[in-house]
Structures are given as C-alpha cells and as structure tokens.
C-alpha cells in the first residue's frame, strides 16, 4: 500500500473522522485493489504448495509406517494437526490480511483432520464406515471456513458433504436419506453470501459447486414414491433458471451463471429422459392416493413452492415475455404429471411438444442476443430429441436420414445467418 495512503488513514483515525477498524477496511481494499493478478496467482500456487507437501509428508510416512512404534504412530497422527493449527494461528494473529497464507494454512489443516482421523483409527483399530469417516470430517472442518475466512476450504467441504451424501444413500443398496447433508450445505450458505458482495473468483466456484452439489444430492432423500422426485427436480432445476435471472447472477457472462446453466441443462435433460414410454407407463399403475401421503411429497411441495416465490421475482421488473421459458418448466410438468395417471400416452406426446419448443425459444433467443453459444445450444437440444425419437420409433432410415439432413442444414444456415449478420453491422 502506498505511504500516502497510509499516511492520510492515520491522520483521519487520529482526528476521530473515521474508526481503526474502518481504516483497516480500506487498507485491505487497497492492498486488494493494487495487485489483483498476483495476488490470485499467490493463493493458487499457496494452496497447491500446501497439497503437494502434506502429500509428501503422507508418502515417507507411508514408505515407514510398518518400522514405526504405536506411540510415533500417534504422534504422526497429530503432527499434522499440530502444524496446520500453528499455521492457522499464525496467520490469523500476525498475517491476518494475507489472504494467501490463510488460505494455505487452512487447506492444509483441512487436510491434516482428515489424516489424523485416518491414522489413529487404523492405529487403534477403530471400525466405522467411509460415510462415517466423511461426515465427522466434514463436521470437526466447518469451522475453519468462517475461522480462516477460508473460501479453498469451503469448496471442500462442499466437495465431502457431497460425497457423504452420495455415499450413503447413492453407493449402497437401499441406503438410508443423507440427513445430515442439508444442514452441513446450508451452514456454508452464509459465507457464500459474503462472496457475492465481492464476485471474485472464488463467488463463481462457488456458484457452480453449490447448484451441481444440490443437484446430484437432491435425489437422496427420495423414500417410496421416486416418481414424484421428479417434481421436486423439476422445482429446483426451475428455481435455478429463475435465480440466474436475478441479482447478482443476470449481470454476469453465461460460462458464470452455474444457476442458469445447471438449471436449464438440466431441465432438457430430464425431459429427455421424460421422453419416453417408460416414465408414464409406470405413473399409469401409481396409487394417487400413497402418492400424497410420502415425505416425498412434501419435498416437491416445498420446492415448488421455492420455484414460484423464485419465478415471482423474475416477473417483477421485467415483462413476461422476456422471462427465460425454462423458468416455467416446474408448471408444465405438474401438468403433464398429472394428466399421466390418466393419459400416458398423451403426457408423453406432449413432453416431445414442450422440448420441441424449449429449443425454438433458445434458437429465438440466441439469434435475437446475437450469441452463436445459446443458438447452437437450441439446435442440440433439437438434435438430441430427434436421435431420442430416432431410438423408440418405426421410422424408416430414409426418413431418419432425412431428419439428420434437416437437422446439420438448420446447424449451417443458422450459424451461417448469423455470421453474415455479424459481418453486416461491424464497421
């Protein structure tokens, strides 16, 4: 930070104008401000260099494990507690505005939790599970994100309660609901929200980690009735498509917006899924009735409910027409659900009708927003349901030909329309 500067704070705190603590926020901004591209480079190759020598210690450790006594056992076990939490202090008392120290110190901390727990229970012979092992360490590592202001450990610790979720209701057979997933995700909520007030790089990794997260686990806690899931789904993947378009996400480029992105994907590809016989066939056989009565049920309820309070925000400031489509994908599928149990066929025929015109309006969209990545993304969206139709019909291969034929010519002209449009409005 520049002397003046420093020299101008000291004045105004002396002169009671401003406080210490408001000077301490403009000097972090300053020193934030001055060198944004090294210091990015710093906290990467800080966190890297913290990976790379807690893994060599593991290794030499490993190559000497069976030479070793159970009492130096132990205190390997806690060596890395030890020097992670040292650091941690360190960094925190007397390099508390380094973001790259605090940032590698609690990477390694992050990982010498997961070490310590691993040694003394092989030492002692302590069973458990993995999804045991995961959620205690996910657990005992919470703090660190809010103690360190650690946002490498917050993604981490998405990663392993994601993992923990998966891996107790995913990679076992009739595995029980991963309960404790929710509250663990929700408890780093609020340090993301203090990301989005700086939209740095971290706020973005963050974006993607949480609606990827969210989408993989929402499948957990799926009990007797998983045809409704698909509500719950659909009211999620809609509330995405619908909190891309608000504050702070609208403002950003597409390839940042993980909400619209996952939402909208995932919208297309389960409709795709949707798509065929199979789905409605067995919602013709389902008791409404029990249907009603599931936990189930009241998962898709409240998300439904999340999707509209969302959809409601969307329509606020901006006429509907400009809303994105998919932000109504949880409405057209309760519709289409719900006919099911009465006309299968009829949901599955309009399921096809409802892709179909979700890729007229990205291919809309895209030429009207004069961007090439959301045109095309509407001409795949009608390619993959002509090769879903191409899989489950009696066409003849003259006819499928002609289909591929229409669908790679509409990829030219419209790439090709567009292109000439560029070249016509540039100087």
């Known amino acids: 930070m520049k002397g003046g500067i420093q020299k101008d704070l000291s004045e105004l705190v002396t002169n009671n104008v401003i406080t210490e603590q408001v000077a301490h926020e403009i000097k972090v901004y300053f020193d934030n401000k001055q060198q944004p591209s090294s210091n990015r480079l710093l906290i990467v190759f800080s966190i890297l260099g913290a990976l790379l020598t807690g893994m060599g210690i593991f290794l030499i450790i490993a190559h000497n494990w069976d030479d070793l006594t159970k009492f130096t056992k132990i205190i390997l076990a806690l060596l890395p507690l030890f020097i992670g939490q040292l650091a941690c202090g360190y960094s925190i008392f007397w390099q508390k505005d380094t973001a790259w120290m605090r940032e590698a110190a609690a990477t ?8 310590s727990i691993s040694i003394v229970s092989q030492v002692y012979n302590i069973n458990g599970s993995l999804s045991g092992f995961l959620l205690t360490w996910s657990i005992l590592s919470f703090p660190i994100i809010y103690i360190m202001r650690s946002s490498m450990v917050s993604l981490l610790f998405i990663c392993s309660v994601t993992w923990y979720a998966c891996e107790t209701s995913y990679f076992h057979y009739n595995g029980p609901a991963a309960w404790w997933y929710w509250p663990l995700i929700f408890s780093a909520i609020p340090y993301y929200y203090g990301l989005s007030k700086t939209e740095n790089n971290f706020f973005h990794f963050h974006t993607w980690f949480i609606s990827v997260s969210l989408a993989i686990c929402l499948g957990t806690v799926a009990e007797n009735n998983e045809d409704l899931m698909f509500i719950a789904y659909f009211g999620l993947l809609s509330g995405f498509v619908s909190l891309g378009q608000l504050d702070p ?10 909400f619209l992105v996952v939402g909208s994907l995932g919208i297309i590809a389960t409709l795709l899924s949707l798509s065929f016989k199979w789905f409605w066939k067995e919602l013709e056989y389902e008791d409404l009735n029990d ?65 179909f015109i979700f890729a007229v309006f990205t291919i809309i969209s895209g030429a009207r927003q004069d961007r ?56």
């Open 372 to 427: 090439l990545a959301i045109l095309n993304y509407g001409l795949l969206i009608l390619t993959a349901l002509v090769i879903c139709r191409f899989l489950d019909t009696n066409m003849t291969f003259i006819l499928r030909g002609l289909l591929f034929i229409g669908v790679g010519t509409g990829f030219f002209a419209a790439n090709y329309y567009m292109i000439k449009k560029r070249n016509r409005v540039a100087p």
């Open 291 to 355: 249907t009603l009565s599931s936990s189930d049920f009241i998962v898709a309820l409240i998300l439904t409910l999340v999707a509209t309070y969302l959809l409601y925000r969307c329509t606020l400031n901006r006429p509907w027409s400009e809303v994105n489509l998919k932000s109504f994908a949880f409405i057209i599928f309760i519709a289409l659900f719900v006919m099911g149990f009465n006309f299968p066929i009829a949901s599955q025929v309009l399921t096809n009708v409802v892709i």
């Open 249 to 258: 996400y609208k403002s950003q480029k597409l390839i940042a917006n993980a």
């Open 108 to 115: 390694f901390l992050f990982f010498g939790i997961a070490a």
